[in-house]
């Protein structure tokens, strides 16, 4: 298994820009969510998928969107990049958002917004 | 979710065991303590996770008082790749959460050779 893979690793972006940061799993998770990560702020959840068509919004999810069209993917899509937005995002899964699943998390992606 | 109090960091020679405190006085019957740790860049690593009994698996073993309010995590042979920031979080475990990993300030152990 590949586990939780994340693309692309770095990116830069304008102010304004968007993109869609691309995060898959082939463990047949049915709970998928995205991080992002700040020095000092830790790790914030921004969105979070329990199954292929349903997802719902975490504690930061102002200028982020989200699908769940497969049980693999879950794509993190930035509207209008800001400066504010630059960060490391980090993918997670696990069976399910239960606590009595672990979760696995991918490799991150660096953005920079200028 | 109960909140968690490790020591900011700690040091350890190459080879011994890394014993990392975490108190977590208020926690609730039905919330679990999970371990994880992050190495520099790279994503937070699943250890171990327990709910009262203690715990062990190939990369760690995880004690819990019998009263539940602290925890310790073992690693009992520390390589100079063990360096990392570790973890101690409590999950509630009943379906209304979010699934949500609070992740605090952590312990940030130092492997020395």
């Known amino acids: 298994n590949a586990g939780v893979t994340q693309t692309p690793k770095f990116q830069v972006l304008k102010t304004g820009q968007s993109m869609t940061l691309q995060c898959a799993q082939d463990m047949n998770h049915e709970y998928m969510s995205w991080y992002r990560q700040d020095p000092g702020m830790g790790l914030r959840l921004i969105h979070y998928?329990?199954?292929?068509?349903?997802?719902d919004q975490g504690e930061v999810p102002n200028g982020y969107n989200v699908s769940r069209s497969t049980t693999e993917d879950f794509p993190l899509r930035l509207l209008s990049a800001a400066p504010s937005q630059t960060s490391v995002y980090f993918c997670?899964?696990?069976?399910?958002?239960?606590?009595?699943?672990?979760?696995?998390f991918g490799p991150g992606t660096r953005l920079t917004v200028l | 979710d109960a909140k968690t109090t490790q020591p900011t960091s700690m040091d350890c020679a190459e080879g011994r065991a890394a014993n990392l405190p975490c108190n977590h006085s208020?926690?609730?019957?039905?919330?679990?303590v999970y371990w994880y740790r992050q190495i520099h860049s790279q994503g937070p690593q699943y250890i171990i996770h327990g709910l009262k009994n203690n715990e062990t698996n190939e990369m760690a073993s995880l004690i819990i008082t019998e009263d539940r309010k602290s925890s310790t995590l073992i690693l009992p042979h520390a390589t100079l790749r063990d360096t990392a920031v570790y973890y101690c979080?409590?999950?509630?475990?009943?379906?209304?959460?979010?699934?949500?990993?609070?992740f605090g300030q952590g312990t940030t152990l130092q492997v020395k050779p």
């Open positions: 208020t926690i609730s019957g039905n919330e679990y």
């Open positions: 979080i409590v999950r509630v475990s009943f379906s209304g959460n979010t699934g949500k990993l609070i």
């Open positions: 998928s329990v199954g292929a068509g349903i997802t």
């Open positions: 997670a899964s696990s069976y399910s958002k239960s606590s009595y699943n672990e979760q696995f």
